[in-house]
């Protein structure tokens, strides 16, 4: 913002000193309404904007809110399927891992339900489906497909169904048919994303049964994407038709969206053009250690009777922004810079006293920081990053003359390691700044609903930017305190020194086994067979150890990833599908598995920006064996036919000949078996070519058999 210089005549009304307040920062209203709200719910952020006389006894307590440690957030926990008489409503925002509340479970024969609560509605797309801790894929019809839990029937010994919590949900038809005495229309578990997870006993003597339950039923959990938020850059969105938002993991974005779940305010409590500017500064790419990301991203757990400043400070912390308000009472929320533009200054000339105090003393100032985030690499747990090394984050000097003085910093909403770095070196640097407090007569009242400021301090002859807390005034002496804390000097952030690595992949819960994992996919091709129709196909490889390979796809919606799919293998070397997948964004990954189920970990993923037919000349078709065709009644030798194969990725159709038969045209895909049969008089000669979508032939295969 403009800097302001208090350059005022004697004569200036309070009233034009008052003017130039353009935004209340969080300290003053928000950290009020965050804290009163929770106790008085009658008594509304918006009461306070509107009401603009709050007493000096109150801003002090703002101010000192600032600095009170706010109760933890654990989003690992839950991953877990829980069971509790009095639950809390779960909400989510961005993408996270759910379990949830079991909210009934039952028998019924052979059959088990569960019934889990996920959270609060809207789920938006689920991405991964997680049983008993490892990956599943989930058909279409519900049925879980990956071993050990599909049939060779096709069927499953585990169906899982979801709903998303859009309102319009009715009583699970299963359930009704299940246990018609107990379960009615009227349970229809409206508002909340659902899971209904079947899970089916072979026998309590089949020894499948432990196999598959020998701990009880597996819990279910899904990593997906929760929430929508209004976009005001968005032209298709309505701010007052939720229908019409959209899911974004947009730091300011979802932290409005998270105030917003708040039942005192609505959309009209907030500056929107204010927010689609700094939902512009929060999209903007910032160097990583590994390459760029957007500057500020949202992902979260939180419960509904959580008190509602504690959970709105963490969702700020987490993304690196702050509460505001303009002079009309509207609300938004900026991004904190590491060197804020100052609002306003206050020259030596305009204060009556100055005090300073050099940081917090050195016995009690934090020397090193730890820091946990909302991590995805550690499968959507609060993890840890390692600091070692990293020299913002620890005084080494201190250290060894005071001992460890832990600052321990948790982002239970930020799913981005480097962001999480980036914002706690901020919090860090300003929890061992200096901070002070200046003195002025009521010109002082200008800082009101500013944030940062010019100070100059006239002993030192130089003139520090700070962050101001609200200004305290004594009517009786006709003064104005402001606290402040002197803003860091933070240098430009330099990922490559500045920045430690993420955690590693942590792999997903496999049963223990010494199967070699497959090689990634070596990419994804279409193709198209003569009747118009199209294939997608991944060639797989290092796929050689258990009994069999489970392959799967996933497409995107712009850059959000669906729900992974399965495949059709064909032996260990490819996978098929069918449909139009041209022009598509695919990832593909593969695992083996052995006769008992278990399975090893997946291969890294493969990801194809844009899949496209590949017309490459096919290699040669292969003869197999050839024998005599008989007479099924007669028992006389009426032919000789030759099996042919083509393994080649991109074969569409082959095209055999033999001697003394017509020729056959067949559409073919790496793994089938196709069959001429000739005439009876020897020798018999048989050719084969393959072809790919476009015609492209291979070279021809002949051979001569002569008994």
């Not at 309590?204 to 850059?233: H, M």
């Not at 969105?237 to 039942?263: C, E, F, H």
């Not at 959970?311 to 509207?330: C, H, K, N, R």
């Not at 069918?578 to 278990?598: H, L």
């Amino acid at each position: 913002m403009k800097l302001l210089k208090l350059a005022f005549a004697a004569s200036a009304s309070l009233l034009a000193l008052t003017a130039c307040a353009h935004a209340e920062p969080v300290s003053i209203g928000f950290a009020l309404w965050a804290t009163i709200g929770a106790v008085l719910p009658s008594v509304s952020f918006a009461t306070f904007v509107a009401i603009g006389s709050i007493l000096p006894a109150a801003l002090a307590i703002g101010a000192q809110l600032l600095f009170t440690p706010h109760p933890k957030i654990d989003p690992g926990k839950y991953k877990d399927t829980f069971q509790e008489q009095d639950s809390s409503e779960i909400n989510a925002i961005g993408r996270v891992e759910l379990g949830g509340l079991r909210a009934f479970g039952n028998t019924n024969g052979a059959n088990r339900y569960r019934l889990v609560c996920a959270a609060k509605g809207p789920l938006v797309a689920i991405e991964e489906y997680m049983l008993g801790g490892r990956a599943v894929i989930v058909d279409s019809n519900g049925n879980v497909s990956s071993p050990p839990y599909s049939k060779k029937d096709g069927s499953s010994w585990v169906v899982w169904r979801t709903k998303v919590g859009d309102g319009t949900e009715t009583a699970w038809t299963e359930l009704l048919s299940a246990f018609p005495a107990i379960w009615t229309a009227d349970h229809r578990v409206r508002g909340i994303a659902q899971s209904l997870i079947k899970y089916v006993s072979p026998g309590f003597t089949n020894k499948l049964f432990v196999k598959l339950y020998q701990q009880g039923e597996p819990a279910g959990s899904i990593i997906a994407r929760f929430n929508t938020c209004y976009d005001p850059r968005d032209e298709t969105q309505d701010k007052d038709d939720p229908s019409t938002w959209k899911w974004s993991d947009n730091g300011i974005l979802g932290a409005t969206r998270v105030m917003l779940t708040y039942p005192d305010l609505t959309v009209d409590n907030f500056d929107w053009d204010m927010i689609a500017a700094e939902a512009d500064r929060a999209d903007a790419d910032v160097a990583t250690k590994i390459g760029t990301e957007k500057r500020s991203r949202i992902s979260g757990v939180w419960e509904s009777e959580s008190k509602r400043g504690d959970t709105m400070q963490q969702v700020l912390d987490s993304i690196g922004g702050e509460v505001v308000t303009t002079d009309e009472g509207l609300i938004y929320i900026r991004l904190i810079d590491d060197a804020p533009e100052a609002e306003i200054e206050f020259e030596a000339v305009h204060q009556t006293e100055f005090n300073w105090k050099s940081g917090p003393d050195a016995i009690e100032r934090p020397n090193i920081c730890t820091l946990k985030y909302y991590s995805p690499e550690l499968n959507y747990t609060l993890g840890e990053i390692d600091l070692t090394g990293v020299s913002w984050a620890s005084n080494e000097d201190e250290i060894a003359r005071y001992g460890k003085k832990e600052m321990a910093i948790e982002l239970p909403f930020c799913p981005s390691a480097s962001q999480a770095q980036r914002i706690a070196r901020r919090l860090f640097a300003l929890a061992r700044a200096d901070s002070g407090t200046i003195k002025t007569n009521m010109v002082g009242l200008a800082a009101w609903g500013l944030t940062y400021a010019d100070i100059e301090d006239s002993d030192a002859e130089e003139t520090m930017l700070a962050k101001m807390a609200p200004p305290r005034i004594d009517d009786e002496a006709g003064e104005v305190e402001i606290p402040f804390q002197v803003w860091p000097d933070l240098p430009a952030w330099t990922p490559e020194t500045d920045e430690a690595d993420a955690p590693e992949q942590l792999p997903d819960i496999q049963y223990e086994t010494d199967m070699a994992t497959p090689n990634a996919p070596t990419g994804a091709i279409a193709v198209q067979y003569a009747g118009g129709s199209y294939e997608l196909r991944i060639p797989v490889t290092g796929a050689g150890d258990g009994t069999g390979m489970e392959a799967n796809f996933r497409t995107y919606v712009g850059t959000l990833p669906n729900a992974w799919q399965a495949m059709n293998e064909v032996d260990r070397t490819m996978a098929w599908v069918s449909g139009d997948y041209r022009s598509q964004k695919i990832d593909a990954r593969a695992r083996v598995y052995n006769s008992d189920g278990e399975t090893s970990y997946f291969s890294d993923v493969a990801s194809v920006a844009s899949v496209a037919v590949d017309n490459s000349a096919p290699a040669a078709p292969v003869f197999g064996t050839v024998g005599g065709v008989l007479d099924g009644a007669m028992g006389t030798l009426i032919g000789y036919q030759a099996s042919v194969t083509c393994d080649a990725i991109t074969a569409v159709k082959i095209v055999m000949t033999a001697t003394g038969a017509s020729g056959k045209t067949v559409d073919h895909r790496p793994g089938q078996t196709q069959f001429i049969t000739g005439g009876i008089s020897l020798p018999i000669t048989f050719t084969a070519i393959a072809y790919s979508s476009d015609g492209t032939a291979s070279s021809t295969t002949t051979k001569v058999f002569n008994g």
